[in-house]
């Protein structure tokens, strides 16, 4: 009796349908510039939830600082519609973004959405925003060169595969056309494109003209224009990284390229200011110096044997200033730094590459000693000239007071050919270092051209 009555008493337990689990939220209780502020909701820093405005609008938006029983959300879209009290919702599984190959050829926002009009994505996966941190010691190191398609660059400043790179310029020099001439003519297997804080009408220009289908195909890119709200400007960055993980996690030789860094860093400071960090740098809190670090070391060689992530990040030197804050401190935490120079540009020197004052850290490690000293006997012959400059302009140089100079003069046009290269012009590695070692001839020191044992024909060709 007493076994059926349990039997039965299941059966009817299985029948019955659970209560749901009670939905969770709280209410808007104040708002100041970016800033809301939200009570009565149990959320950490980094979730995201709705705010549910008048009529069918809502604002999505997410947790960026607390103070006591309060909780700071920083809006990802607009702000319309909202009013005192409004319901604040939690939102479950908004930390995941779309990754796959078959995001290649797609345009995405920083939430991961298509922008492309070309349907839905089909994401292979979703993963966390943020990816897991590689053990320094695990990690591959460079000794491989990737080829970028740039004479100047793949010649006098060679890149290694995981290698990071500071593109610094000031506005209209350049950069961004060099970007498109990357994703062109590189030989990474993926290109993974970040437009962060970039005026709107060039989003579309660089996809269209500069990128093209050709680039397109083999890329993806995450755009954030600049009307975007910080937080969106700030999970673009995260998510180009992301995605350019991914493909490294699948042993891919990655190339990124963000456009740029200093906007980045700028959207930090807009949401580091608006809760109430104090400034320090020139306006910039310290968490801005702290988070360029946390993104930047994500990119390089994954473990020995898998893909790698070779990323340039351009950086906007305002007024030409290499010691601002974000200039400086990015030139610390990377692997080497393009400078790109305005009275090159003002000249027509495309691209407008200061070899003076660029350098790759890594050049040594992927490069021959034979490569490596013509490199080096090219900027030195470049600089000198540059120093004799202004002398032989006016005429004031006389030639034969200098060998050094002497030289300069007489190679300086085939240089300056060798370091401009046309938009559509590809310049692969191979040719790049063998039109360098024609280019400048290696010289012989007065001292070595002394110690010199004379030939066995040395008589007959001084008779």
């Known amino acids: 009796m007493t076994s059926r009555l349990a039997d039965r008493l299941r059966q009817l337990q299985g029948a019955i349908s659970p209560e749901p689990e009670p939905e969770l939220s709280g209410r808007l209780t104040r708002m100041v510039g970016l800033t809301l502020e939200c009570v009565g909701c149990p959320m950490v820093v980094g979730d995201r939830c709705v705010i549910q405005g008048e009529g069918t609008g809502s604002v999505e938006a997410e947790v960026v600082g607390f103070e006591e029983n309060k909780v700071y959300l920083m809006p990802l879209t607009a702000i319309e519609g909202l009013k005192p009290g409004a319901r604040v919702v939690p939102l479950s599984s908004a930390s995941r973004v779309p990754v796959g ?49 740039i ?20 506005s209209g020099v350049g950069k961004s056309m060099l970007l498109g001439m990357m994703t062109r003519f590189t030989d990474a297997d993926i290109t993974v494109v970040g437009l962060i804080g970039e005026r709107g009408r060039e989003v579309k220009e660089f996809i269209e003209d500069i990128l093209g289908e050709e680039g397109l195909a083999r890329s993806v890119v995450v755009a954030s224009p600049a009307d975007d709200s910080p937080l969106m400007r700030l999970r673009a960055a995260m998510l180009t990284t992301r995605i350019a993980e991914y493909y490294r996690d699948q042993g891919k030789r990655v190339l990124l390229l963000m456009d740029s860094l200093t906007r980045y860093a700028q959207a930090q400071r807009e949401i580091a200011l608006a809760v109430g960090e104090p400034p320090a740098t020139k306006g910039y809190p310290p968490s801005v110096f702290a988070k360029l670090p946390q993104l930047v070391e994500r990119t390089g060689n994954g473990r020995p044997g898998g893909g790698s992530i070779t990323a340039f990040y351009t950086v906007l030197t305002e007024g030409d200033d290499q010691q601002d804050p974000i200039a400086d401190a990015a030139r610390a935490i990377l692997d080497g730094h393009i400078v790109l120079s305005r009275r090159l540009a003002e000249e027509g020197h495309y691209p407008a590459i200061d070899v003076e004052a660029s350098i790759s850290r890594v050049m040594p490690q992927v490069t021959n000693p034979e490569h490596f000293s013509r490199a080096q006997r090219f900027k030195q012959v470049y600089s000198r000239y540059q ?28 240089m300056r050919q060798f370091l401009q290269q046309e938009l559509n012009e590809s310049a692969p590695l191979k040719q790049s270092i063998d039109q360098l070692l024609e280019v400048v001839p290696e010289r012989r020191s007065p001292e070595r051209q002394k110690n010199a044992v004379p030939g066995p024909n040395a008589e007959r060709r001084e008779g």
Do not use: W
């Open 101 to 149: 190959p078959q995001m290649l050829g797609r345009v995405v926002n920083g939430a991961g959405d298509p922008l492309d009009g070309k349907g839905p994505l089909q994401a292979e996966a979703r993963v966390q925003l943020t990816g897991d941190i590689i053990n320094p010691l695990n990690r591959a190191p460079v000794r491989q060169s990737m080829d970028v398609g």
């Open 151 to 170: 004479r100047a660059i793949n010649a006098l400043l060679t890149v290694g595969q995981g290698q990071r790179l500071g593109l610094f310029a000031g």
């Open 387 to 414: 120093q004799a400059r202004d002398l032989i302009s006016v005429g004031a140089y006389v030639k034969g007071s200098d060998p050094e100079t002497d030289f300069a003069i007489q190679h300086i046009a085939n």
